[in-house]
């Protein structure tokens, strides 16, 4: 080997041995994918990976989008109407229809006594059909107006299957009214999404599906159950209660005319055509009357929704309960079962409201999501088990950080409490705080998930008192990003790191941690002001309290660690020797030791014969054979070479000229 090639390998040797024992001597500490702020990672490519809400969704999310703002549009002409502005003709204190395609609207207005199911009966004998004692198949769209309650409660039970179906589906929102549905424990009021062409429920959100909607009013709902409801949206995800839309729009159509629908006075014979059990169209007879035109928009008055709901079931539907722009709302001893999306959402602008006594599991996104603009939600002794996402989420943020186009205000949100509840194995974080002021976490029973209590987005004033974290993998409590707070006689059970704070002010005092893998508590960034005492912590690893990465933390030797059990040189090494990029550089540098050992086997000879190790032909046979001792050979035609003279200003070359001889060997 010569000395450049020897000089070559052994360049790459120190090379790829040095880059080996970085990868060895790299720190272990374990801060799962939380990673430490003094290390700035590498931009990653664009992810192209699905969206697995989404993919555990399915559906139609296009078909659907449309069908989120025709349902819109919908509810928006029936006001317009109603208020006697498109159809001024109409006597719009009686009961009527809003025709429609392909499922007409039946309007019930204002009114002392309320809608029972004999009205709906008599009201609409073509679209609400009984199909056995206690049981209908409701195939058109109710609306309750403001002023009018419908009131859905039998003794003996009540099942009311909602048309939801390829050719429509059925819908009932309650628009500034009022609803009452009472069942008993053992005979609930049912509603389901019903495909009558299948005689199947409908699981199928592609097409729409059935939903039930309180708007701006009060529904008082007590021992009832809810199956295959809601698409897309929280506003026909399947039972929402909302505040009613400000300054929504008229809707124009897509060639800039209005789209005036006709209206007619409730059930007259010669107003429908219809066939029993499937969606109602009204077929547009001179009995109706037409609304005029309308060319500009219009804002509808803004008014909260209220609510008591109590022993509900909830299964199969796109979110299980959405709220929004609500105050004093009463959930409670209720399930949320195998919904599409979130178990139960309070979205925006939800005060005041308590939630007791319910359980959100094996949802396609969180237990229990409260999401920003909401203020003093209490969750007591709540349970969030098997989720996709988190158990339960508080977004507590300000819902912008400057001036915006909506101009919403900067403040933070909170006073939202979770108490005495249990939160177990669900895909990521088991209780997940985002921002806010004033969030209290007490008492608590987190298991198992990638992290027990997750806090972020510069919370303060965040409280996580007594609660028990067991087998988290990764982190039992994190706080981060900003947040400030007290971590304070919990209990911590399992998992690598039992409490990891970054870049944040809290007080971690007086916790019991038990069997974790790496530290009990750790450090990192900016964590002044911050301090550590009076914890009693247990396990194995580097160190039971690591501040090593962390700035101005304040650790009294209160501490106690008394059976704490350090990591020898020997597991240290084991450790970090058999993590798969260690190994792969392991494997790769002793191939270079071996190729380069080989190259300085002949190094002390100098630079010999680069051959010796090689045996000459001669050494294999004994030369070269004459063709014409080989038996069927023919000797090849012998040519001549002649030297031609030699041209004038040449370069002197001989010129070769071949010839063949006459004669040919045989």
């Given at each position: 080997m010569s000395a450049r090639k020897a000089s070559a390998r052994l360049s790459s040797l120190v090379v790829l041995s040095a880059a080996?024992?970085?990868?060895?001597?790299?720190?272990?500490?374990?801060?799962?994918?939380?990673?430490?702020?003094?290390?700035?990672?590498?931009?990653?490519?664009?992810?192209?990976?699905?969206?697995?809400?989404?993919?555990?969704?399915?559906?139609?999310?296009?078909?659907?989008?449309?069908?989120?703002?025709?349902?819109?549009?919908?509810?928006i002409d029936v006001d317009l109407v109603a208020s006697g502005t498109m159809v001024p003709g109409l006597d719009v204190a009686l009961p009527f229809r809003v025709a429609g395609q392909p499922v007409s609207t039946l309007v019930l207005p204002a009114r002392d006594s309320a809608y029972t199911e004999r009205?709906?009966?008599?009201?609409?004998?073509?679209?609400?059909?009984?199909?056995?004692?206690?049981?209908?198949?409701?195939?058109?769209?109710?609306?309750?107006?403001?002023?009018?309650?419908?009131?859905?409660?039998?003794?003996?039970?009540?099942?009311?299957k909602m048309a939801s179906q390829d050719n429509g589906f059925a819908s009932i929102v309650i628009d500034g009214g009022s609803l009452v549905v009472e069942g008993t424990p053992t005979e609930p009021v049912k509603f389901q999404g019903w495909d009558s062409q299948r005689s199947l429920p409908d699981t199928n959100t592609a097409d729409g599906r059935a939903y039930i909607r309180v708007i701006g009013g009060f529904a008082s709902i007590t021992n009832a159950t809810f199956a295959d409801l809601g698409f897309w949206s929280g506003l026909t995800g399947g039972l929402s209660l909302t505040g009613t839309q400000v300054a929504s729009p008229l809707g124009i159509s897509g060639d800039g005319t209005r789209q005036i629908p006709e209206a007619y006075l409730a059930a007259p014979a010669d107003a429908q055509t219809a066939t029993p059990g499937k969606p109602l169209v009204v077929d547009g007879s001179n009995t109706g009357t037409t609304g005029v035109g309308l060319t500009g928009g219009a804002g509808l008055y803004s008014t909260g929704v209220t609510a008591w709901l109590s022993g509900l079931t909830v299964t199969g539907n796109a979110y299980g309960l959405f709220v929004s722009n609500a105050s004093s709302v009463e959930l409670q001893n209720s399930?949320?079962?195998?919904?599409?999306?979130?178990?139960?959402?309070?979205?925006?602008?939800?005060?005041?409201?308590?939630?007791?006594?319910?359980?959100?599991?094996?949802?396609?996104?969180?237990?229990?999501?409260?999401?920003?603009?909401?203020?003093?939600?209490?969750?007591?002794?709540?349970?969030?088990?098997?989720?996709?996402?988190?158990?339960?989420?508080?977004?507590?943020?300000?819902?912008?950080?400057?001036?915006?186009?909506?101009?919403?205000?900067?403040?933070?949100?909170?006073?939202?409490?979770?108490?005495?509840?249990?939160?177990?194995?669900?895909?990521?974080?088991?209780?997940?705080?985002?921002?806010?002021?004033?969030?209290?976490?007490?008492?608590?029973?987190?298991?198992?998930?990638?992290?027990?209590?997750?806090?972020?987005?510069?919370?303060?004033?965040?409280?996580?008192?007594?609660?028990?974290?067991?087998?988290?993998?990764?982190?039992?409590?994190?706080?981060?990003?900003?947040?400030?707070?007290?971590?304070?006689?919990?209990?911590?059970?399992?998992g690598k790191i039992a409490v990891f704070v970054r870049d944040s002010k809290v007080s971690v005092t007086r916790n019991t941690i038990q069997d974790v893998s790496s530290h009990g508590v750790t450090m990192v960034g900016e964590t002044s002001g911050s301090t550590v005492a009076k914890n009693l912590i247990d396990g194995h690893g580097n160190s039971p309290i690591d501040t090593v990465r962390g700035k101005g933390v304040s650790v009294l030797s209160t501490n106690e660690s008394p059976t704490w059990v350090y990591q020898n040189i020997t597991e240290r090494v084991i450790r970090v020797v058999t993590k798969p990029m260690t190994m792969l550089w392991t494997v790769l540098a002793l191939i270079l030791i071996f190729t380069a050992f080989r190259g300085f086997r002949y190094r002390g000879s100098g630079f010999g014969n680069p051959y010796r190790d090689r045996s000459p032909l001669t050494a294999l046979s004994r030369g070269m054979v004459d063709p014409a001792t080989v038996p069927g050979v023919v000797r090849p035609i012998e040519t001549e070479f002649r030297a031609a003279p030699t041209p004038v200003g040449s370069t002197g070359l001989p010129h070769r000229r071949a010839t063949d001889r006459d004669s040919v060997t045989a």
């Amino acid at each position: 080997m010569s000395a450049r090639k020897a000089s070559a390998r052994l360049s790459s040797l120190v090379v790829l041995s040095a880059a080996a024992m970085v990868a060895w001597a790299g720190p272990s500490y374990a801060d799962g994918d939380v990673g430490s702020p003094l290390a700035t990672p590498a931009p990653s490519a664009p992810s192209t990976a699905s969206n697995p809400l989404l993919d555990s969704y399915g559906g139609d999310p296009q078909k659907e989008a449309e069908l989120v703002a025709q349902e819109q549009r919908r509810i928006i002409d029936v006001d317009l109407v109603a208020s006697g502005t498109m159809v001024p003709g109409l006597d719009v204190a009686l009961p009527f229809r809003v025709a429609g395609q392909p499922v007409s609207t039946l309007v019930l207005p204002a009114r002392d006594s309320a809608y029972t199911e004999r009205d709906l009966v008599s009201l609409a004998p073509l679209s609400f059909v009984a199909t056995a004692a206690g049981e209908y198949l409701l195939s058109e769209n109710i609306v309750v107006l403001k002023g009018a309650t419908l009131d859905l409660r039998n003794p003996g039970g009540l099942v009311i299957k909602m048309a939801s179906q390829d050719n429509g589906f059925a819908s009932i929102v309650i628009d500034g009214g009022s609803l009452v549905v009472e069942g008993t424990p053992t005979e609930p009021v049912k509603f389901q999404g019903w495909d009558s062409q299948r005689s199947l429920p409908d699981t199928n959100t592609a097409d729409g599906r059935a939903y039930i909607r309180v708007i701006g009013g009060f529904a008082s709902i007590t021992n009832a159950t809810f199956a295959d409801l809601g698409f897309w949206s929280g506003l026909t995800g399947g039972l929402s209660l909302t505040g009613t839309q400000v300054a929504s729009p008229l809707g124009i159509s897509g060639d800039g005319t209005r789209q005036i629908p006709e209206a007619y006075l409730a059930a007259p014979a010669d107003a429908q055509t219809a066939t029993p059990g499937k969606p109602l169209v009204v077929d547009g007879s001179n009995t109706g009357t037409t609304g005029v035109g309308l060319t500009g928009g219009a804002g509808l008055y803004s008014t909260g929704v209220t609510a008591w709901l109590s022993g509900l079931t909830v299964t199969g539907n796109a979110y299980g309960l959405f709220v929004s722009n609500a105050s004093s709302v009463e959930l409670q001893n209720s399930k949320f079962l195998n919904n599409l999306v979130d178990g139960v959402d309070f979205h925006r602008e939800v005060t005041n409201s308590h939630i007791k006594g319910v359980e959100s599991s094996s949802n396609g996104g969180d237990g229990f999501h409260i999401s920003r603009g909401s203020q003093g939600v209490l969750l007591d002794t709540v349970e969030a088990a098997n989720n996709k996402g988190n158990g339960i989420t508080i977004d507590a943020a300000p819902l912008s950080d400057g001036p915006s186009a909506t101009g919403f205000p900067i403040i933070a949100y909170g006073g939202h409490s979770v108490l005495n509840s249990k939160v177990t194995n669900n895909g990521h974080y088991g209780i997940a705080v985002l921002g806010g002021d004033g969030i209290v976490l007490r008492r608590n029973t987190i298991t198992g998930g990638d992290f027990g209590i997750v806090v972020a987005k510069a919370s303060q004033g965040i409280d996580i008192e007594e609660n028990r974290i067991d087998s988290a993998a990764k982190q039992g409590i994190a706080v981060r990003d900003g947040a400030e707070g007290t971590i304070f006689g919990n209990l911590v059970v399992g998992g690598k790191i039992a409490v990891f704070v970054r870049d944040s002010k809290v007080s971690v005092t007086r916790n019991t941690i038990q069997d974790v893998s790496s530290h009990g508590v750790t450090m990192v960034g900016e964590t002044s002001g911050s301090t550590v005492a009076k914890n009693l912590i247990d396990g194995h690893g580097n160190s039971p309290i690591d501040t090593v990465r962390g700035k101005g933390v304040s650790v009294l030797s209160t501490n106690e660690s008394p059976t704490w059990v350090y990591q020898n040189i020997t597991e240290r090494v084991i450790r970090v020797v058999t993590k798969p990029m260690t190994m792969l550089w392991t494997v790769l540098a002793l191939i270079l030791i071996f190729t380069a050992f080989r190259g300085f086997r002949y190094r002390g000879s100098g630079f010999g014969n680069p051959y010796r190790d090689r045996s000459p032909l001669t050494a294999l046979s004994r030369g070269m054979v004459d063709p014409a001792t080989v038996p069927g050979v023919v000797r090849p035609i012998e040519t001549e070479f002649r030297a031609a003279p030699t041209p004038v200003g040449s370069t002197g070359l001989p010129h070769r000229r071949a010839t063949d001889r006459d004669s040919v060997t045989a």
